[in-house]
């Protein structure tokens, strides 16, 4: 697997509630998407991000890390599965665009492996 990306998820309890320190004091400033549960925010230049989530809103656990991986999803999955890894919330097309499975690190840690639409043009 090679990743494209990495994005850090913070559990927050409330997206909204946090978004004034995240955006005015921190400055991350450019909200990227946000979808109720998940939110993206990103300094203007791009070069530091940070995705706030409430709550999944398909799996039944949040995830600390996203790894953005392009087209090698379905090839990371079965990584996983040949691992023995614990699949935690298995290989999935999401409503908002996204095919991701989430997987249980050795540590304990829920990862979010994903694949965006606009990874594979």
């Known amino acids: 697997m090679r990743p494209t990306g990495i994005t850090a998820n913070l559990n927050v309890p409330d997206i909204e509630e946090a978004r004034q320190f995240y ?11 946000n979808l109720g549960w998940v939110a993206r925010f990103t300094t203007p230049d791009g070069r530091a991000t940070v995705q706030l989530v409430s709550g999944d809103a398909t799996s039944p656990v949040s995830s600390v890390l996203s790894i953005h991986v392009g087209d090698e999803v379905e090839a990371a999955y079965g990584e996983a599965q040949r691992r023995g890894f614990e699949i935690v919330y298995p290989l999935t097309t999401e409503p908002w665009g996204v095919r991701r499975f989430f997987v249980r690190a050795p540590d304990g840690t829920v990862i979010n492996i994903v694949s965006h639409k606009d990874e594979l043009a």
């Open 23 to 33: 955006t005015d004091y921190l400055g991350l400033s450019v909200e990227e998407m």
